[in-house]
């Protein structure tokens, strides 16, 4: 009898008593349960990193780069002043630190400074739009300051109205236009800068300035 148990015991020791294909089964199992376990580790760990990187790209986009698809997409979107004023308008073009834009029912293209807007109300796809990486190399005009501009349109002599901060309005043509201010020789709107029609003159920081509507050559200036 005590033969038989050792010969028992020498089996079980050996694992003669186990069938090798549950053996097999039982850590096909394991495997592929820690498989698992890895691959969902490894997933979490990606879209955290995802999301983490995603967090710092959009916290170094600047205004500038989310105006940029609402010029490219002719998104329309209601721009919201300083002053109060709420314009619904079309972007048409965007410079270092203005935008051009055309308000609806008015085909004067007018160019805003953007320091001068408070808000830009846009639908939520277009929100989401304006996040994605711009793939496309900006324009050249998007190297034009306000500042330029203003140059171009004093050596264009194209009259203008301005909006002031103080909510008043001045019509006139730009003479010249230095670092951060601006020459305006007032004259009436529809008139031409003629000696007989300038009716006063006015320096004008560019910080006083909320936007300059052109009464002609918005075509020229866009292209």
Known sequence: MAEVDS???????????????????????????????LAAEWEAQRVALDAESERLRIAKLALHERLRSTVEGAAPVVLELLSGDRWQVTPEALGADWLGVCAEGDPRLRIVPLDAVESVAVDHGTMLTSLRVQTSAPALRERMTFGFVLRDLARRRI??????????????????????HLDLALHDAGEQRRARTVQGFRIIPFAAVLWVRLTSGSADLLG
């Open 7 to 37: 010969e028992i015991c020498g089996k079980l020791a050996r694992g003669e008593h186990r069938s090798p294909t549950v053996v097999d089964v039982e850590w096909e199992h394991l495997f592929d349960d820690l498989e698992g376990q």
């Open 159 to 180: 009259p203008v109205q301005l909006g002031m901060r103080s909510g008043t309005s001045l019509h006139g043509t730009v003479d010249r236009a230095g670092a951060d």
